[in-house]
């Protein structure tokens, strides 16, 4: 009866606030008419196809943004700014062409990151667990990696002449950065402190030292993992005397030292905290090695604003340093601890990260031209993560469902996921949520199968893309084909053919381009 009165209670206000469930204008059928029929002038424009050159390429990756996450994090975003939510548009959504990308692994149904990484990257399907290498690669077994190595687009983007960045909000040796720079069979083989002695003595290389020896000229590196970067026992600059955050390398390297050396005489920079980031003249920069935590950096809501930048503040510098080449650039940018948040059950969490990176897709926004640079937002695979609850308007995202369980009469937040560590039995029966405070930033939401770390979805995953060549993706499509797109609108890798004949398959020159393409902007402008 009291979690009746509770649930009522909690209603009641809501209504007695004042707060309409939906806004006025909407009751007006003018209202839907009109939206729609703007939506269907701006779809009409796009049948003039961008088919530039894209200079500049831009992957935002958001580790395990599946679909639901996608929603979740726009109902956020709206009830940060005191909306209902569920009408607010996400910078992504305002891309106009959307496909769908199959995530499988060559040996698995539910991917992982890293053989999914390789796929978005390199263009080959791969194995779980396993970083730039083909399928034929086994994961953990050195000997398997040589002549198996496939190469990334950053790699053909370096080639062709243009800058290259990675920004991760993970460790910059993590699954999805280290794709873009290394070969290996085991995507924990982080410093060589990881790596099985045999696999070491065999030749195979840990996947710190090959971001410094791979691509050795990579511009912009951000991100966390400095302890794999320093000899072992060697005392954090940040967390001095803390045993779990000291360096971990056992061959003695100091890959810091070893990189600032390297670029001394090549405006190379390396920062480690926000307030050193922040200082920097991009102007100034030519190389920058930024590494803000000794593992991954910490969630946004519990990030210390004084000593850790954001993902939208690295886009920015990253962009800024990149685009002074004439050539254009190729960036990397991974929102990667959404995935960390749901696998920590931690909702809040993950959907505020979500939030931050779409920041960060909006700040590129500005510092780049539709003209020229082809963005594409993504995710490597999703979570079991999901909400319902036949929530009214503008519920809070992490709020109760209006209604009790009809089988043990227990009320139930709208988040839930399949399996992972929200799974609380008290007395032998679901933990009634109303007796905890479920919406506090660590609370993990309640679970159908116990497990001690949540897992990965299965499903789709959503790909949103605009400028250059950007119509390419559409409908559903494997994971892999997207690194061949962008090389295609870039005239890099192995798609350089059709920008030998200007004009023909589909690629005009850039001068032919102009006239269609200033109508666009305009029409554009004027209807938005």
């Given at each position: ?5 509770l649930v009522?209670s ?6 007695c606030?004042?707060?309409p469930p939906f806004p006025?204008?909407?009751k007006n059928?003018a209202f839907?008419?009109?939206?729609a029929?703007h ?7 796009l049948q ?7 200079k500049?390429l831009i992957?935002f990756?958001?580790d395990?943004m599946?679909?639901?996450t996608?929603t979740?994090a726009?109902?956020l975003?709206g009830?940060?700014?005191g ?5 607010t ?5 305002k891309f ?8 499988y692994?060559?040996?698995a ?10 796929a ?6 791969a ?12 994961r953990?077994q050195?000997?398997?990696t040589?002549?198996n190595e496939?190469?990334s687009i950053?790699?053909?983007a ?6 290259v960045?990675?920004v ?5 040796n ?6 873009a720079y290394?070969?290996?069979v ?5 410093s060589d402190?990881?790596m099985?002695?045999e696999?070491v003595?065999a030749g195979c290389?840990d996947i710190a ?5 791979n691509i ?5 590196i951000?991100?966390g993992g400095?302890?794999?970067?320093y000899?072992?026992n ?7 005397g ?10 003695g390297?100091n890959?810091?030292?070893?990189w600032?050396e ?5 405006r ?6 926000r307030k050193e980031l922040l200082a920097l003249?991009?102007?100034?920069v030519d190389?920058?090695?930024?590494l803000?935590e000794?593992?991954d950096?910490t969630y946004?809501?519990e990030?210390?604003?004084e ?8 886009v920015?510098?990253?962009i ?5 080449n004439s050539?254009g650039?190729?960036?990397?940018v991974e929102g990667?601890?959404?995935?960390h948040g749901h696998?920590e ?6 959907l505020h990260?979500?939030v931050?990176m779409?920041r960060?897709v909006?700040?590129a926004?500005?510092?780049t031209?539709l003209?020229?640079t082809?963005t594409?937002v993504?995710?490597d695979?999703?979570h079991?993560?999901?909400?319902g609850?036949?929530?009214p308007r ?5 709020g109760?469902?209006p ?5 043990d009469?227990?009320?139930f937040?709208?988040i839930?996921y399949?399996?992972?560590?929200g799974?609380?039995m008290?007395n032998?029966?679901?933990?009634n949520?109303?007796t ?6 660590n609370y993990q939401?309640q679970?159908?199968v ?16 605009k400028?250059p060549?950007a119509?390419?993706?559409?409908g559903?499509?494997?994971q892999?084909?997207?690194?061949h797109?962008m090389a295609?609108a870039?005239?890099?890798?192995q798609?350089t ?6 004009g023909k ?7 032919s381009a102009?006239?269609?393409l200033g109508l666009l902007?305009?029409l554009?402008h004027?209807?938005?």
């Amino acid at each position: 009866m009291k979690v009746i009165v509770l649930v009522f209670s909690s209603c009641l206000a809501w209504v007695c606030l004042g707060k309409p469930p939906f806004p006025e204008q909407e009751k007006n059928p003018a209202f839907w008419n009109s939206m729609a029929q703007h939506t269907l002038t701006n779809a009409l424009s796009l049948q003039e196809l961008n088919q530039n050159i894209a200079k500049n390429l831009i992957l935002f990756l958001g580790d395990g943004m599946g679909i639901p996450t996608v929603t979740a994090a726009r109902i956020l975003k709206g009830q940060l700014n005191g909306h209902n939510g569920e009408e607010t548009k996400l910078e992504m959504d305002k891309f106009p062409y959307v496909a769908l990308s199959k995530t499988y692994n060559t040996d698995a149904q539910v991917a992982d990151s890293a053989g999914t990484a390789t796929a978005y990257l390199c263009g080959v399907k791969a194995n779980e667990g396993t970083v730039g290498v083909s399928a034929a690669a086994v994961r953990s077994q050195c000997n398997t990696t040589f002549g198996n190595e496939v190469t990334s687009i950053l790699k053909w983007a370096k080639d062709a002449g243009k800058s290259v960045g990675i920004v991760t909000t993970t460790r910059v040796n993590h699954a999805t950065p280290s794709a873009a720079y290394a070969h290996c069979v085991d995507r924990d083989w982080f410093s060589d402190a990881e790596m099985p002695a045999e696999a070491v003595q065999a030749g195979c290389k840990d996947i710190a030292r090959q971001l410094m020896e791979n691509i050795p000229n990579i511009d912009v590196i951000m991100g966390g993992g400095r302890k794999y970067m320093y000899p072992k026992n060697t005392s954090d600059v940040e967390y001095p005397g803390e045993r779990k955050h000291m360096g971990t390398r056992k061959d003695g390297r100091n890959l810091v030292k070893e990189w600032t050396e390297r670029v001394k005489n090549q405006r190379g920079q390396y920062v480690w905290n926000r307030k050193e980031l922040l200082a920097l003249n991009p102007n100034n920069v030519d190389y920058l090695l930024g590494l803000f935590e000794p593992g991954d950096l910490t969630y946004d809501l519990e990030r210390n604003r004084e000593t850790e930048p954001s993902l939208t503040e690295m886009v920015d510098v990253a962009i800024k340093i990149l685009r002074r080449n004439s050539n254009g650039f190729y960036l990397l940018v991974e929102g990667g601890r959404i995935d960390h948040g749901h696998h920590e059950g931690k909702a809040k969490q993950a959907l505020h990260e979500a939030v931050e990176m779409d920041r960060a897709v909006g700040r590129a926004a500005l510092l780049t031209s539709l003209y020229d640079t082809l963005t594409v937002v993504t995710a490597d695979h999703s979570h079991v993560f999901n909400f319902g609850g036949y929530t009214p308007r503008g519920n809070s995202i992490f709020g109760l469902a209006p209604m009790l369980s009809d089988i043990d009469q227990k009320p139930f937040t709208s988040i839930l996921y399949g399996n992972g560590p929200g799974y609380k039995m008290v007395n032998g029966a679901r933990e009634n949520v109303s007796t905890v405070n479920y919406t506090q930033n660590n609370y993990q939401a309640q679970s159908a199968v116990p497990l001690r770390m949540e897992t990965h979805g299965g499903e789709d995953v959503a790909v949103f893309s605009k400028g250059p060549m950007a119509h390419l993706l559409h409908g559903v499509k494997e994971q892999n084909y997207i690194p061949h797109v962008m090389a295609y609108a870039a005239c890099i890798g192995q798609n350089t053919r059709h920008c030998l004949s200007p004009g023909k398959n589909g690629a005009p020159s850039i001068p032919s381009a102009l006239p269609s393409l200033g109508l666009l902007l305009v029409l554009t402008h004027l209807l938005c």
